[in-house]
């Protein structure tokens, strides 16, 4: 009898020893921790280490509310990107959700370690990115304004009143004013100034301020259209609107 009970208690034992050790090999696994991770540039992080190692800094979101979390730029200098000022990056939620940002808003936004979300002082909350999963170099669609470098959805997502405008043919057209665009760069006295819109192949038009006030950017075609300037002011595939 005491030889089964012995029997009995050394299996168990052994059990309890099998299932630590496999634990202990999961554990190993991750680094010793349960997470949440993140994926920065293709390398799997540790949130909780990340927030242990980097320094923190705050900065006052578009909504007056102050964060403090980790500089975004310092995670991507922590990873093999090279020339990060080249590329522009996805933030990618959990859900799917995601937004793109150029590396002057990486330069400006932080990592809040509540809900793993992005903050940023000059882009509106659909860029306060609850649940982040990665975050991705990438080549996005951009448009430079008065030397600031935009993704060219931003200026749709930062300026909230948007203009319809009618052609001659009855086709209309919906957008943000240009002078919003031009506006969203601090310049002083925008009426002294004209404006040089660009083409990618190099196609450009200059317009005054006044057309300006009355133009709109068309997100479909990257493109721009006058309420009472000739189509040939209608510059598409835009690259830059340069202050001259």
């Known amino acids: ?16 020893l099998s299932a630590g050790l496999i634990a202990g090999c999961a554990e190993d696994d991750e680094g010793g921790s349960e997470g949440p991770f993140i994926t920065v540039a293709g390398e799997r992080m540790d949130v909780s280490v990340l927030f242990d190692t980097y320094g923190m800094k705050t900065i006052e979101g578009s909504n007056g509310e ?3 979390g980790i500089s975004l730029s310092d995670l991507i200098n922590g990873t ?30 932080v990592l809040v370690r509540e809900s793993t979300m992005t903050a940023f002082p000059n882009l509106p909350g659909k ?46 057209y919906e957008g943000v004013r240009l002078s919003d665009v031009v506006n969203l760069t601090g310049i002083s006295e925008p009426s002294s100034h004209q404006f040089n819109i660009i083409g990618a192949e190099g196609y450009n038009m200059t317009v005054r301020w006044q057309d300006m006030l009355e133009g709109i950017l068309i997100l479909d075609g990257r493109r721009c259209m006058f309420r009472t300037l000739e189509k040939a002011f209608w510059v598409s595939d835009i690259a830059e609107i340069e202050v001259v």
């Open 127 to 172: 860029y306060r990115i609850k649940d982040v999963e990665s975050i991705d170099p990438v080549k996005a669609d951009t448009i430079m304004v008065n030397g600031h470098l935009f993704v060219w959805q931003q200026p749709f997502d930062i300026i909230e009143e948007k203009l319809t405008l009618e052609d001659n043919e009855s086709n209309m």
């Open 66 to 68: 102050e964060y403090t």
């Open 1 to 16: 009898m005491m030889d089964g009970a012995r029997s009995r208690m050394l299996m168990v034992l052994l059990m309890v």
């Open 80 to 109: 093999s990107v090279q020339e990060p000022w080249s590329v522009q990056f996805r933030i990618n939620a959990s859900d799917g959700y995601s937004k793109e940002v150029t590396w002057g808003d990486m330069l400006e936004g």
